[in-house]
Structure formats: structure tokens, C-alpha cells
């Protein structure tokens, strides 16, 4: 049976956002990238839910750092991880590869592989279904991938890699809620101002955020439609962003905007 599904995000760290996911009525919960485990357990114990699964998309430090401490808590849990990185993620229960389907909290799971940050990198799709008549939104947990307004930095991949991966997120359909994993929206429209100046739609969301950090709201979730408009990173065939770059290939935009990024 399709069920509604609660999602919130968790601070923690300095800017890190841990999605949680909750199935009320049955009191199960799953956690996406548990940077540290304090803010979730506080948060399941809070609602008396169970955690039922912890999801990882990358091995980084701030994204597997509370894992071990949730697994002593709730060794049941279904631990997700892409099985090209079990060497150095926590000890996976379900090793998983692009395209598999899993079934999470009555919901169905999609896996999208996503090198660039890492190579291993991957991101969780939960389709859209219905429910009582009504769309739910797909529901996309991208970690350090697709950021709000911004990409994650090429540690490990190229930026071909980043853009095909960018790209994949792209098609997803328009109403797809983005659930990222840190909170860098003020820093990253600044950054997309520089480098598309005469976009309206990019103004008028520098505004809105403006207004939620000044209210200490946080950002996340985006949409991808409003990405589309205001990401520069997926926004690297315009001729704005080529423009900007000096390049007319994506994949020299896309290099080019990051490597002008990473230097703020
Ligand atoms: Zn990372
Ligand atoms: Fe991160």
C-alpha cells in the first residue's frame, strides 16, 4: 500500500542536512547520510519511531559519520550503499547498483549512480505515486551531488562525469523535490549572480532566499523547475553560461564554472 511519507531534515554538523524520512503510522523511520547520529536519535525518540534503514550516497565523513552509533541503537536496520564503495563505507546490509529498486517504507526506491563528487556516488529516487487522488512528488535524495543553486566539488570525478550525472537529475520530472545534503544556497546564489547577472528567474530566487535565511528557514527542499531556471550548473548548454565561461562545450562550462567556484 502506497503510504504518506513524512520528510524532514536534521542539522547537524555546521551546514550538513540529514533527511529523515517517517512512516507515522507504522513509527518507522530511515535516515539519509547520518553525519552525526545525535540530532536523529534525538529526533526518533522524540516521535517513538524506529529506524528501519540508514541510506548513504557517498563515503565521505560527514555523510557516514553517525552510522555506527544508530546501527548499536537499531542493529535491524537496513544499511544501503553502492556495492562499488563497501570497502569504505560502513558494512553494508544491501549493496546496491545503479537501477536497482528497493522498497523503503511502503514507498518504491530508485538507485541513480551519480559519479563526479565521488565515483561512487550515487542518489535515491522515490517515484511519484498517488495517494487519496493526489500527486505525490518525486522525492530525490542527491547528497553532495546536486546542491541548491550549486554542484559538489570534483574530488574524484571529471566534469563530463558531473555533467552526465547532472544531467540524469535534469530529466527527472519538473516537480521533483530536492533533498540535498548541506545547507549552501545564500553562498551559492551569490556565486550564480556573478555569473548570470541578467537571469530574472535567478533575482527573483536570490530574493526568496534572502527572506528564508533572514528568518532562519532553511532552504531545502528545492524543485527541480526552479533549478533548472537558477542552477548554473545545469545550466551549462545556455548561451548565458557560455557566455559567462568563455566556452561553448558543456563540459568546459561546467569545468570552468566549478573551478571559478571552488576559489570563494
Ligand atoms: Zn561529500
Ligand atoms: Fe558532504
Not at 536497482?100 to 526506491?109: E, H, Y
Request: charged letters at 20%.
Amino acid at each position: 500500500m502506497v503510504t504518506r511519507l513524512r520528510i524532514r531534515r536534521l542539522p547537524a554538523l555546521r551546514d550538513n542536512l540529514i533527511p529523515l524520512l517517517e512512516h507515522p503510522r507504522q513509527r518507522q523511520a530511515a535516515v539519509v547520510d547520518p553525519a552525526d547520529a545525535g540530532p536523529v536519535i534525538t529526533a526518533l525518540e522524540h516521535g517513538e519511531m524506529e529506524l528501519a534503514a540508514v541510506l548513504h550516497t557517498h563515503h565521505h565523513w560527514d555523510h557516514v559519520g553517525g552510522t555506527a552509533e544508530l546501527l548499536r541503537r537499531w542493529p535491524q536496520a537496513m544499511v544501503v550503499g553502492h556495492h562499488e564503495d563497501q570497502h569504505r563505507l560502513p558494512p553494508l546490509s544491501h549493496p546496491v547498483t545503479d537501477g536497482d529498486r528497493f522498497t523503503l517504507l511502503g514507498r518504491a526506491v530508485e538507485v541513480l549512480a551519480m559519479p563526479g563528487h565521488t565515483v561512487g556516488h550515487i542518489a535515491y529516487v522515490l517515484p511519484a505515486c498517488v495517494l487519496n487522488g493526489q500527486r505525490q512528488p518525486p522525492e530525490l535524495l542527491c547528497g553532495d551531488t546536486l546542491f541548491s543553486c550549486g554542484c559538489g566539488r570534483l574530488f574524484e570525478g571529471t566534469p563530463a562525469q558531473m555533467l552526465g550525472s547532472l544531467r540524469r537529475l535534469a530529466a527527472l520530472p519538473p516537480d521533483t523535490r530536492i533533498w540535498c545534503a548541506h545547507e549552501y544556497t545564500a553562498k551559492n546564489v551569490a556565486f550564480a549572480l556573478r555569473q548570470d547577472p541578467h537571469n530574472p528567474a535567478l533575482q527573483a530566487f536570490a530574493r526568496q532566499v534572502e527572506q528564508l535565511r533572514q528568518a532562519r528557514l532553511p532552504t531545502i527542499p528545492s524543485r527541480l523547475e526552479v533549478e533548472l531556471q537558477v542552477n548554473p550548473f545545469l545550466r551549462c548548454h545556455t548561451p548565458a553560461l557560455q557566455a559567462a565561461t568563455g566556452k561553448t562545450d558543456p563540459v568546459d562550462v561546467l569545468a570552468e564554472l566549478r573551478q571559478r567556484r571552488n576559489q570563494i
